[in-house]
């Protein structure tokens, strides 16, 4: 089954993209589940916690993927990056959200090509936005997580998370397969019961 059908089969309306190193892929899967989007008619809105979408990572000064966006999807990026857009855009709204590269705007895009992404840090912004998204008409909300940026895979933000892990994490196979279900782990804990959460309320 194809991620995108599982993830409107379960109604998810939000999920993350969180990479478990730099350059662990999320912007490939990010890639992936857009087109998948595009081949199934489904709308989508995307953000990201951190700036995507550049062609050379700005630390380790190695190629990256650009991050394709398509007619009708809804977007929501610092201005700064709108202005360095292949696609073009329909400004929807301005959110009042400062970042380091501008203001968090709004858009619908218009006509298809790559582009660059930054959305909010706070996790309280993210979840403004995302609402905001699904506002205009995205289905689905997709958002790709930065590097030690795991805020954006709490149940508060998001219904769903998607990891990106492989041999970047190291060298040795069997580590990479610990950090991978440690976190697949962390993700997946059932909630306490009503006795533990009024104790910790005191």
Known sequence: MRIIETILQNNY????????????????????????AESEGVNIGITSTGRDGENRDLVTETHKPSIYVAEGMYVATAKEMLMLSQAKTEIL?????????????????????????????????????????????????????????KAVSSPAITDACLIATGAVLSRDMKKVLEKTAHSVECLTLKETDDKLKNIIKG
Do not use: C, W
């Open 93 to 149: 709204e301005t959110t009042g959200i400062f970042t380091p590269l501008g203001e968090v705007i709004i858009v619908r895009v218009r006509q298809k090509g790559d582009m660059q992404i930054a959305g909010p840090v706070s996790a309280a912004d993210m979840k403004y936005v995302a609402r905001r998204l699904r506002h205009y008409g995205a289905e689905v909300v997709l958002i790709d997580g930065a590097i030690d940026r």
């Open 13 to 36: 309306r939000t999920v993350s993209i969180v990479g478990l190193a730099k350059n662990a892929g999320k912007t490939v899967a990010l890639n992936y589940l857009i087109k998948e």
